[in-house]
């Protein structure tokens, strides 16, 4: 599988050597940057902000439910901008999705709809190829990754040499919302039947591939004809987070060379593994409704143990699994033999409250200053200890559960599934074809996306953060 790696290689080092010249350029400084201070007049500036909604039928406050702490604490964020900086901010709150096609029908049209648009990634991904967004490495410090959230979270958004899209990193909840997949753990039923709490394995470092086969079948529970069982999840949830477990990553740039973690030695062999638990050794554990709204019911309703599901229905909104269920707990996925202890993947295909600059602001400095000044953290939740412990005491029902999340949330990468990268790795546990039969029979399409878009992201990357 060489070709793969070295063909990638050369076109992106041929894009590195432009960014690299690129990069001895004078940088922009911005009328607005980070550090200016925050009572500057913007003359009764009237800025436009497209919000998508955090659930389809609930009102909403920057993404928070309304009447909670946090909202309290965004709007009064919102006021004391427009108060001292003589500004407004007027919030457009739509479905997901709706503020991204305004923000394509605006630059299509040259009508400038909104000065700020926050969606999904997965949306602004196909707006930034086709030139609706601006960049804003010159626009704001995106290199301020405690701020506007990590290189791997922010990949989908990177295109020629720049950044087209920030997440709120320092506010908590908001952020908590946009990735996968952890295991949900009903501890009411660990309690019921008698079983150990699974997070003791993971604190002592037992929490491994096998661990996992074994309590798949103690977890599993056949009484009459009703049957608990050991995992609820859709297939393709399972098949990608075993794939992370083995400390593989989706794609890597390690050494002037793009490199495609399926196509690895430690990729392989966790693939093989995954299909050899979900298709063979504990096929009977796992709820066979794999549809992906279905398995959080079943969860909920006490059909299985253990659940695998995006972070959207862990909790965001009124309905997620935190705010109906009274004692769950979380885990990281168990570590395969090439994994480092104490880091746990995460994966995300998009992160719900992407925020952008669309190409046709008003003024895209001034749109830049107020994103800038409204995402600072919170007085109250300035360190990442802070936002843990409060997630620990106000989300999560154990600490452990809290810092579970933030590790799997700081490791989570950029799985291209828009690109179609995860097709090997969903085929894996979906097909009776072996593992090498499936490489084999995708290696040409891997070859095209890390060509097409894989390399390009990642020239963006270097340019902005460097090597």
Partial sequence: MKKIIRIASLLIAAVFVFSACQAAEPEIIPEYADDVDTTVNLGGFKLKWGFAKSGSKEENVFGYIPGTAFADLALERKKNIETNNNCTIEMTYSDFGTIGSAVQ???MSGESIYDIATD???VFVQYMRAGYLSGLSNLIDVTNTEKWGTPNMLQSLMWDNNLYGVVPYAWPDLLYTSFGYPIIVNENLISQYGHDDPR??????TWTWDKFEEVLHEYTHQEGDYTVYGMATHGAYFA??????NGVALSDYSNGEVVCGAYTDPGFAALERAQLIHRETCRDCFHPDENTSNVVTNFKNGNSVLLTTNAYEILGHSSSIMYVMDNVGILP????PNATPGVYKGYHESMLYSTSIPVNAKDPETAAFILS?????????KTKDDIIEYMATQTFFDIRDARVYANMLENNEYGFFLEGARSLIEESVASNSTVATLREKY??????????????????????YGE
Avoid at 373 to 381: A, G, I, L, S
């Fill in 105 to 107: 029908t605006s630059a």
């Fill in 120 to 122: 999904e990634s997965f």
């Fill in 200 to 205: 003791e394995f993971v604190e002592a470092n």
């Fill in 240 to 245: 990608m987070m075993m794939f992370l477990s």
């Fill in 333 to 336: 996925y168990p570590l395969g």
């Fill in 373 to 381: 000044e409204m995402y600072e953290p919170f007085d109250e939740y």
């Fill in 443 to 464: 290696e040409s399409k891997y070859q095209s996306i890390l060509e097409d878009y894989i390399a390009h992201h990642y020239a963006a990357r270097i340019a902005i």
